[in-house]
């Protein structure tokens, strides 16, 4: 078949393009359906008591983390002060009324046990490695690690993601309607990265897993847990808020 957007032949069995990133299998929208709110559509995670969590659909554009490599969490990153600024002052005051205000606890890294930092109080936020677990599908990876002892391109015995059949829940598209990567907030394997969904990046692999360990590169066929994590590169932002229903 040929993709809709770049016209190049695919695989009738793929669920994107590999030469664009196109979506050719439509990303599904949770159970709780989609709505919008402000100037964007969301897709609603969870409802308890009168308010709903929400998520943007889309990746809404390409922020870094911070403005520069260094030790960092989420309570003192540059991102949670522009969702809690800049973003948030977007909304009408009636929209901003509806927006409400939660303590978010950040744990730290589940495989490399990076400080995930003090409890925050906010009104828009990115979801942690636990929250994306929770709504978009558990496979037990972050468990049990999938190993990979034969790899001919790595020599680690781990790869430093979560690769699994929930991938296709995860992906998100920015506006140009390509499968694009996003922060989380929850810290990456040293206190210089942050965790994040994978998005295309032009090999038509690991798209929508979850990025554990955050920006490594691969050196000598080892990844560089230790280095810079790209803190300053500008990537995928995907807000997410508790909005009041009632």
Not at 82 to 105: H, K, M, P, Q
Not at 205 to 234: E, K, M, P, Y
Request: with cysteine; net charge negative.
């Amino acid at each position: 078949m040929k993709c809709p957007n770049c016209k190049k032949k695919t695989p009738r069995s793929n669920e994107m393009c590999v030469a664009c990133g196109y979506p050719v299998k439509p990303i599904p929208v949770p159970p709780g359906g989609k709505i919008r709110f402000g100037a964007y559509d969301w897709y609603v995670l969870d409802k308890q008591d009168g308010r709903a969590l929400i998520i943007t659909e889309k990746v809404i554009g390409f922020r870094p983390y911070h403005h520069e490599e260094c030790e960092i969490t989420w309570e003192t990153c540059d991102m949670r002060e522009y969702l809690n600024g800049e973003f948030y002052d977007s909304f009408s005051a009636a929209d901003r009324a509806r927006i409400i205000e939660v303590t978010n606890e950040t744990p730290d890294n589940p495989w490399y046990g990076t400080r995930g930092g003090n409890p925050t109080a906010d009104k828009i936020f990115l979801l942690s490695i636990d929250e994306i677990l929770q709504y978009f599908g558990d496979s037990g990876q972050i468990k049990t690690r999938y190993m990979y002892p034969n790899c001919d391109w790595c020599k680690d015995e781990f790869l430093p993601w979560i690769d699994d059949k929930y991938n296709l829940n995860r992906r998100a598209v920015g506006d140009d309607g390509i499968v694009r990567p996003y922060q989380l907030r929850s810290p990456g394997s040293n206190g210089r990265c942050v965790a994040g969904i994978m998005g295309f990046c032009g090999d038509g692999f690991d798209q929508g897993c979850i990025g554990i360990s955050g920006n490594c590169d691969l050196v000598d066929g080892h990844f560089l847990f230790d280095g810079d994590g790209g803190l300053t590169r500008a990537l995928g932002v995907r807000p997410a808020l508790w909005l009041r229903t009632e």
